[in-house]
T-cell receptor, first 112, second 112 residues
């Protein structure tokens, strides 16, 4: 039981490049979400999903796309990377009944 | 979700109890109080949650005032490994279940 797995752990992009941050969970959780954390700040919600095929925007969705084709995976796409997207990205999953959200270890992204 | 207010930082001596306060004066009747912590920029870790009764688990105790407008997380015997950022979060579940709103949190420093 691996929990929530994020890949890659580190990434450097050039401005304008696109990439996908991967998130997978093996706990059969319905709820998954993506957060970003800037230095000295709390986590801010980017997008979330309440189940396969259902996604919605969070607090800071601009510049990011998501899709949820399976229960296990919730990839986050950066369409055209900007320096303002330099941050640490966390993926989380949570069961529909129950209370504890499980977080991945983060992806540290730098856009130059 | 209701907003929360926490002190930006607190200190505690190792072996003593750490009492972390949180104000949530606009909490609604169906909203739970959750506590998470984040150690060294790792993914946040669930600690405890409650609705209106006091709760205790192997990590901590949660005391919620009768009017539910504030709460206190208690780490009964703090260790150096408890040094972390502690987040108090109010969440109603339902359609907002997958969305946790993180504030700035409290930086707890446990010293020898």
């Amino acid at each position: 039981n691996a929990g929530v797995t994020q890949t890659p752990k580190f990434q450097v992009l050039k401005t304008g490049q696109s990439m996908t941050l991967q998130c997978a969970q093996d706990m059969n959780h319905e709820y998954m979400s993506w957060y970003r954390q800037d230095p000295g700040m709390g986590l801010r919600l980017i997008h979330y999903s309440v189940g396969a095929g259902i996604t919605d925007q969070g607090e800071v969705p601009n510049g990011y796309n998501v899709s949820r084709s399976t229960t296990e995976d919730f990839p986050l796409r950066l369409l055209s990377a900007a320096p303002s997207q330099t941050s640490v990205y966390f993926c989380a999953s949570r069961p529909p009944v129950g209370t504890e959200a499980f977080f991945g270890q983060g992806t540290r992204l730098t856009v130059v | 979700d209701a907003k929360t207010t926490q002190p930006p930082s607190m200190d505690c001596a190792e072996g003593r109890a750490a009492n972390l306060p949180c104000n949530h004066s606009t909490i609604s009747g169906n909203e739970y109080v959750y506590w998470y912590r984040q150690i060294h920029s790792q993914g946040p870790q669930y600690i405890i949650h409650g609705l209106k009764n006091n709760e205790t688990n192997e990590m901590a105790s949660l005391i919620i005032t009768e009017d539910r407008k504030s709460s206190t997380l208690i780490l009964p015997h703090a260790t150096l490994r408890d040094t972390a950022v502690y987040y108090c979060i109010v969440n109603a579940g339902g359609t907002s279940y997958g969305k946790l709103t993180f504030g700035q949190g409290t930086i707890l420093t446990v010293h020898p």
